[in-house]
Structure formats: C-alpha cells, structure tokens
C-alpha cells in the first residue's frame, strides 16, 4: 500500500454495480438508480449517518457523468469557491456543456448566505447540484434549494452489506489483494456488526489489523477477532446532541415511557446519557411526560418525576443516572390517561378560535359591595354549605353550556 489514501477512498465503487447498499433506493427499479445510469440527474440532497456511502454515491456520478464534476467541502469552502465553479461552468472554451454538477460534502456547513448563493444556478440549471449531509436537510438546507432537489435518505449499512464491501477490499488490487491475509469470514462478520453500520470503521480497523500484524513464517498475515478488537474502535450509538439523532432518540425515549416500555425506556435513556445529553433535559422530558401520559391515572407520577429533577440538579452525573432510570422506569410502568392534556387543548383551542360569552355573573368576584348591585356574586351558592361539599350550579359561560373538556377514561380512579 504505497498510496497514502485510506482504505475506505481506495476501494470506493466507480460503478452502479459495484455500490453495495441502499437498494431502497438504489435498485434496477428505482428512480434514482435510473436517472444516475441515464445520466439525466437533477439536484440531490443525500443524508444518513457516517459511513453510509453518501460519498461513494458521489463517485459513482462523478465516474458515470458526462458533465463536469466539482467537489467541494462545506467546512472548508466559501461563497469564493463556489464563484470559481460557476465562472468555469458558464466558460463555453472550458465546459462546452454549460452545465456541470457540484458536489458538497457537509453542506450543512454552509451558511444561509452561502446557501443562498448557490440557488440562482441550481434553479437555472447551470449547475447540478448534490448535497451531502449527516444532519437532516429540512432543518438545516435552505427550503428553497430543498424545493428544488430530490432529498434522498440513506440507511446505515447492513451486517450483510459491510461483509461484502470487506470481502471486496480483500481481493481489490487497490485494496489488500496484494497481501497474502488469512481471515475467517467469521471474524469479518463480527467486524461487520461492530462498526455500527459505518463501513469506514469496518475498513479503517481491517487496514490497521493488517498493517500493524506481522507475516508469519510462512508469509501469511494471520488476523485474528482479538487483533480486530484491539484495532476497532469502541463501538458507540450514533448520536449527536446537537444534531437529527438528539430528536430521534429522546423521541424513542418518550415514546418508549408512553407505550409503557420499561426496556426500551432505559435504552434510551442510556444513548442519550452515552452520548452527553444533559440530565437535566432529560429530567423535565420524564416530568413533562409523567403529566401528559400518566396524568390522573396515577398522579404520584408527577411527584416522583419532579423530586427526580430536584435530586438530579443537587447530585448530578454520573449518580443521576440512577435517579433518571428509577423516575423513567416508573413512569413507564404507570397506568396512563391524557384526559387532562387533550381537555386543556381544546379548551386553549376554544378560547383563542371562538366567541367563548362572558363568565357568568354570579361566580364573578364582588371585593367591593356595591358591585352587588350591578349582579356581581349574586346568587353564588357556596359549595361547602351542602352535603357532599357539592352543588350543582352553572360554571361556564352560557354560549359553551354542554362543552366537554374533561373526559374520565377507564385508567382514572380518583
């Protein structure tokens, strides 16, 4: 391996047939699989977590197109940068076509201004544009570049897919088809499982397994599953607390306590504390859902949800993660109603959306006596004064009479 490039940009396909993965959108059948082959692309936007082969779908244009192909990095690149593509682009001596594809990598990166440069030739059609990005574009691509782009989202990597690309890069001459490396398929399956779905791990620790091992006698380099556990590097949860997968996992977190799903509850939980979300956040998610899930089917579910965040802002990690399983948990595990967050709702719909009346005069206060004469009080009855502490008397206004905001479920005791 006299080349300097990685491993995972050495074996990266040149063809639609040598890509491996994403046949949801990739397959013979696909719009996108035949506009690629047809050459007849329009703009792209492709995100997915690391590894999923964003860039290698890239290449793969790049090698298959008869436009002029540019490449650039958005944590890098400028307003600059992108001028010089479009000058060379609109060059008739140059680019003949007067069209070329540009491809960014990280255009998240790009701020609005930069983004806005772009749009002019992307709607003009002077340029092609493919974004790549880890975070999700419809909050963080400019929606006019997002309307005029085909948003194509690729799944992590399969076991199945990342053994294959590994059993290619074995015998690619670019690869490591000029190393005589015995591995069983058995080690590379469990490569495959670690790397969490990012083929560039899976390909980085086999490159570092073969470099790093010594040829045996027989000029054999022997790679082992506790040579490729000390050369991958810890598996962790793809998630980011500032990015698309901070609101995908407390999503499964709060619906994991709402579906009364002890298990899946703490797994969450664990990704998240894992991947450093604030355990205060997490505290008010568990209070907030001990009211609008649990509600009045058990009510001490608020309590114990709010004495958690209190324990939680006085002790703080790492012995707040116990407080957060133990108020998770039994929030998980309670009876659940919502009556009282979808009565509040549509009362809060109500009164900004409808003519509600007036309140009625005799629950109206009276501080002053003499509003008594205008019908302030007048004919209140007082709750206490009647057996049972109840008496039934007129409370809403006269134009919501009959209105129902708080409907009883089975779950609700009290």
């Known amino acids: 391996m006299d080349s300097n490039e990685p491993l995972a940009y050495r074996v990266r396909p040149k063809t639609l047939d040598e890509y491996v993965g994403q046949e949801h959108v990739l397959g013979k059948d696909k719009i996108l699989y035949r506009t690629i082959k047809a050459d007849r692309l329009s703009s792209l936007i492709l995100f997915g977590p690391p590894g999923c082969g964003k860039t290698s779908l890239a290449q793969v244009i790049s090698e298959t197109t008869k436009y002029k192909f540019y490449k650039i990095n ?4 400028g307003v600059a940068d992108i001028k ?24 998240h990166r790009f701020n609005k201004l930069q983004q806005d440069a772009l749009l002019p030739y992307v709607e003009n059609g002077t340029i092609i544009l493919i974004g790549a990005t880890t975070e999700n574009p419809y909050f963080e691509v400019n929606k006019a570049l997002i309307s005029r782009s085909m948003v194509v989202k690729l799944e992590s990597l399969t076991e199945k ?10 015998t690619k001459k670019e690869g490591l088809g000029e190393y005589n490396i015995k591995i069983e398929d058995e080690s590379l399956k469990k490569l495959s499982n670690i790397s969490g779905g990012d083929v560039r791990t899976a390909l980085n620790a086999l490159e570092i397994a073969t470099l790093t091992t010594p040829m045996n006698e027989n000029g054999e380099i022997v790679i082992t599953n506790e040579i490729l556990k000390n050369c991958v590097q810890e598996k962790k949860a793809v998630f980011d607390k500032n990015g698309d997968s901070h609101y995908d996992n407390i999503s499964a977190f709060i619906k994991s306590m709402r579906g009364s799903d002890p298990d899946a509850t703490l797994f969450y939980l664990a990704r998240a504390l894992d991947g450093g979300e604030d355990p205060m956040f997490l505290a008010r998610r568990i209070v907030i859902c001990s009211s609008e899930d649990v509600g009045l089917a058990d009510p001490q579910a608020l309590v114990i949800a709010t004495s958690a965040m209190q324990a939680v802002n006085m002790v703080g990690m790492p012995e707040a993660r116990i407080i957060l399983a133990e108020a998770a948990t039994y929030v998980a595990l309670s009876k659940k109603s919502n009556a009282t967050y979808l009565g509040i709702d549509k009362a809060l719909n109500d009164v900004s959306t409808k003519d509600t009346g007036t309140i009625p005069m005799h629950i109206r206060n009276a501080p002053v006596e003499a509003m008594k004469n205008f019908g302030y009080h007048e004919g209140y009855l007082y709750p206490h004064d009647f057996p ?8 809403l206004p ?7 905001y708080y409907v009883k479920d089975e779950n609700i005791s009290i």
């Open 398 to 404: 006269d134009k919501m009479l009959g209105t129902k």
């Open 84 to 107: 010089s593509v479009i000058e060379e682009t609109k060059n008739f001596m140059l680019n003949p076509a007067g069209k070329s594809i540009l491809f960014i990598d990280e255009i």
């Open 388 to 395: 049972g502490h109840y008496v039934e008397q007129q409370y």
């Open 74 to 77: 958005a944590v890098t690149a």
């Open 161 to 170: 897919n990342i053994f294959k690309i590994l059993k290619m890069a074995l």
